[in-house]
């Protein structure tokens, strides 16, 4: 990632700011880590009010913005810049000046670095979030969040899918296939040989799945039958999609042979069972006269 050089990088303007009593130590943004606050320095967008970058651009885009860095202490400053986040992922950010340098701050001096993001041409609308880092040569950093906006329609569209029963766990995967990021709620229901033998209400799950993403989850089911034949049932939804269902089949048994055929007769009984109850209540029910057969 390339990195400005205030003594060659022509962009990167200095500024001296006032003169600051040693006894007295300006305060930090609140946006900035203790870390980078107690070393006396900070960065954040340029200009005034601004917590974080935000832009929009279409696909192939490139965008402009300028970090601040403010040495408030009373040395000279050696910071590196760089883009984080998996949020970022194909977007190119570069700043000004060669790459591989440090920028240097004097005592008392904002530095003000330019850079770019590019927009890959092939990119799906939505946001990408990410940061951009400023660390100093103690390890120090100081963190601002990066919020681009990729224009185009807006599609959510959620799968689930490979649901399977493994053992006291639920596995299953996530896809994304829109192009705006989603939070999933997720329900859980099985049905066993004589009725429901699980059943959890919607709750929205602890994710953020952004667009084109597959996400490998599990649902723990500590209390599963010992002895069943069960089928479950995952519905997944998110705001502005298409509710999506999954399906996966199981069969508990005891372990070894004879408890297998044993548990193989029992489940037999038990759909023998759940028959003849279905057959009793059609039974049961009044004919077109209002009379029972």
């Known amino acids: 990632m390339p990195y400005a050089t205030a003594a ?4 990167a303007l200095l500024v001296s700011l006032p003169l600051l009593s040693a006894a007295t130590p300006a305060p930090a943004p609140a946006s900035a880590p203790a870390s980078a606050a107690a070393a006396g ?22 965008i ?13 400053l050696t910071v590196r810049l760089r883009a984080a986040g998996t ?3 194909g977007l190119r950010v570069a700043f000004a000046g060669p790459a591989d340098a440090g920028l240097g701050i004097p005592a008392r001096t904002r530095a003000e670095v330019p850079f770019t993001v590019t927009v890959p041409a092939d990119a799906r609308p939505g946001d990408r979030v990410g940061e951009i880092v400023v660390r100093d040569s103690t390890g120090r950093e100081s963190a601002v969040r990066l919020l681009i906006r990729v224009g185009g329609p807006q599609l959510a569209a959620l799968t689930v899918e490979h649901v ?13 296939r829109g192009t705006t990021a989603l939070v999933p709620r997720l329900a859980v229901h099985a049905d066993g040989v004589l009725g429901a033998v699980l059943d959890r209400a919607p709750r929205t799950l602890p994710v953020r799945l952004p667009p084109g993403r597959r996400l490998r989850l599990d649902e723990p089911w500590p ?11 995952l519905t997944v939804t998110a705001p502005g999609a298409t509710e999506a ?10 372990r070894g042979a004879t408890a297998g055929a044993a548990a193989a007769g029992a489940l037999s009984a038990a759909a023998v069972v759940a028959a003849v109850r279905r057959r009793r209540r059609r039974r049961r029910k009044p004919s077109r006269g209002g009379a029972l057969s």
């Open 41 to 62: 320095w900070s960065a954040a967008p340029a200009g005034e009010g601004r917590p974080s970058f935000y832009a929009e651009g279409a696909p192939g885009a490139v």
């Open 245 to 254: 269902t999954g399906r996966a089949s199981a069969r508990f048994v005891p």
């Open 87 to 89: 949020g970022t992922d």
């Open 223 to 233: 209390d599963r039958p010992a002895l069943d034949a069960v089928t479950v049932r």
């Open 8 to 11: 060659v990088a022509a962009r």
């Open 164 to 176: 399977a029963v493994r053992g006291d766990r639920i596995t299953y995967e996530l896809v994304n």
């Open 64 to 76: 402009e913005d300028t970090v601040a860095v403010t040495n408030r202490g009373a040395q000279p």
